[in-house]
């Protein structure tokens, strides 16, 4: 595939990553390790998704002497997409423990496939932080692109968009919508099917988290 098209996106092909992608993608993962595998994974991600987030210098006293550290020069605020971005959330927070988090609530409306808002709670002095919107699946795009538009809103500056597994389609949305916004994925499948499911995919995202299905 050319992804010379796909400026703004990375896909992390990290061993683990895709062996354990492996075992979500298999219909007989039971829901306690589809989400402890995706839980592992987004952990997995988080070191390349930080990799170009500024620092600045801090003075840090070791026992011995003063020297020069970094810490990150934003907070961070967490955004996951309800209800499937929650089962990335821990796995992100374990390395970012001090990040805070918002939600946003949406839903593929059966019909049309067009997002359906029914929540959105952001923590204050958002468009002074580094905000990463976490949904495993991006499929037309269509959710990720209106909760992009939601945190823009807020006068957001510095937004990541992380997921799991993008279809060629929603990557399109997405960098035709919000160029400037870089998106991270652990893999970029073939395409979607009549019913916007990604193929090959792993499935629903959200009814194997919770075992809804
Ligand atoms: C899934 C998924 C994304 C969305 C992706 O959510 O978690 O939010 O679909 O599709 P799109 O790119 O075509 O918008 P769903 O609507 O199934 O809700 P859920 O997480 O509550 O199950
Ligand atoms: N949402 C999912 O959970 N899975 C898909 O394949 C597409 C949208």
Same mark, same amino acid.
């Given at each position: 595939?050319?992804?010379?098209?796909?400026? =703004?996106?990375?896909?992390?092909?990290?061993?683990?990553?895709? $062996?354990?992608?492996?075992?979500?993608?298999?219909?007989? =993962?039971?829901?306690?390790?589809?989400?402890?595998?995706?839980?592992?994974?987004?952990?997995?991600?988080?070191?390349?998704?930080?990799?170009?987030?500024?620092?600045?210098?801090?003075?840090?006293?070791?026992?011995?002497?003063? =020297? $020069?550290?970094?810490?990150?020069?934003?907070?961070? $605020?967490?955004?996951?997409?309800?209800?499937?971005?929650?089962?990335?959330?821990?796995?992100?927070?374990?390395?970012?423990?001090?990040?805070?988090?918002?939600?946003?609530?949406?839903?593929?409306?059966?019909?049309?496939?067009?997002?359906?808002?029914?929540?959105?709670?952001?923590?204050?002095?958002?468009?002074? $932080?580094?905000?990463?919107?976490?949904?495993?699946?991006?499929? =037309? !795009? !269509?959710?990720?692109?209106?909760?992009?538009?939601?945190?823009?809103?807020?006068?957001?500056?510095?937004?990541?968009?992380?997921?799991?597994?993008?279809?060629?389609?929603?990557?399109?949305?997405?960098?035709?919508?919000?160029?400037?916004?870089?998106?991270?994925?652990?893999?970029?499948?073939?395409?979607?099917?009549?019913?916007?499911?990604?193929?090959?995919?792993? !499935?629903?995202? !959200?009814?194997?988290?919770?075992?809804?299905?």
């Amino acid at each position: 595939m050319n992804l010379e098209k796909y400026p =703004t996106l990375t896909i992390i092909q990290h061993p683990l990553i895709q $062996t354990k992608l492996t075992i979500l993608r298999d219909v007989n =993962t039971d829901n306690y390790m589809f989400r402890t595998l995706l839980n592992q994974i987004a952990s997995l991600m988080v070191y390349e998704v930080f990799r170009n987030t500024d620092t600045v210098e801090v003075e840090v006293s070791t026992p011995l002497e003063t =020297t $020069t550290g970094y810490k990150l020069s934003k907070e961070i $605020t967490l955004v996951p997409i309800l209800r499937a971005g929650l089962g990335m959330v821990s796995g992100i927070h374990q390395l970012i423990p001090r990040a805070r988090i918002g939600h946003i609530g949406l839903y593929r409306a059966k019909n049309t496939l067009e997002p359906v808002e029914y929540y959105t709670k952001f923590p204050p002095n958002l468009s002074e $932080t580094k905000v990463i919107l976490i949904d495993p699946m991006l499929a =037309t !795009g !269509g959710s990720a692109s209106a909760a992009l538009t939601f945190i823009k809103q807020r006068n957001v500056k510095d937004i990541s968009f992380v997921c799991l597994v993008a279809a060629p389609e929603g990557v399109e949305r997405i960098i035709a919508d919000h160029p400037e916004v870089p998106i991270f994925t652990a893999a970029l499948d073939r395409e979607l099917n009549d019913h916007a499911y990604i193929l090959p995919g792993l !499935g629903d995202a !959200g009814d194997r988290i919770y075992g809804t299905e």
